[in-house]
């Protein structure tokens, strides 16, 4: 069960600077294909406890990073919608790049790459439902075609005030 997995949903936000936000993954089920899927509300409680290492990607690429906990440009928290976050991406070709490509509207939405630790399948209407129900957040990545369509991501010319209902954040605010 440590097999690497990734799926897409967030929303971003611009402002001082680069900055976005929105929101990685929401506790909504996507269809897989052959099954359905959805994350439990506390999938990520655990592994928002430990967050100093989860940064934010281009698509998934290592070789891309945009922004990390442990920097200081990057806030995860979950909430009732879902895995929020908010990031102020740096200064650099990648960042610019991301930045106007979400700003224009040709990247509108997010993912997450994570190791399941515990999970369930219920017999679903149609096709069976996989619960995640624990996991290892590994990152979350700005993507143009993302696994869970109810993803969004959008650019803010200033900075936004962080969702006042939060479960969790860290590092806190």
């Known amino acids: 069960m440590n097999k690497r997995e990734t799926r897409d949903k967030g929303t971003l936000s611009g402002g001082e600077g680069l900055r ?8 909504d089920t996507y269809d897989m294909g052959s099954f ?58 990648s960042g610019r790049e991301a930045y106007e490509l979400v700003k224009s509207g040709v990247v509108t939405q997010c993912s997450f790459g994570f190791q399941v630790r515990d999970e369930t399948y219920e017999k679903g209407a149609v096709k069976p439902l996989r619960i995640i129900r624990d996991a290892d957040l590994l990152e979350i990545s700005l993507v143009t075609f993302p696994a869970n369509e109810g993803t969004s991501v959008e650019a803010r010319a200033e900075a936004q005030p962080a969702p006042v209902k939060r479960l969790r954040m860290f590092p806190p605010a």
């Open 36 to 93: 359905q899927e959805r994350l439990d509300p506390a999938a990520f409680t655990r592994a928002l406890e430990q967050a100093d290492e989860i940064a934010l990607l281009w698509n998934h690429d290592t070789g891309r990073p945009l922004a990390r906990v442990r920097a200081g440009n990057l806030r995860l928290w979950a909430d009732e919608t879902g895995l929020g976050f908010e990031a102020t991406l740096p200064d650099t070709q």
């Open 20 to 27: 976005v936000s929105g929101y990685a993954a929401t506790w």
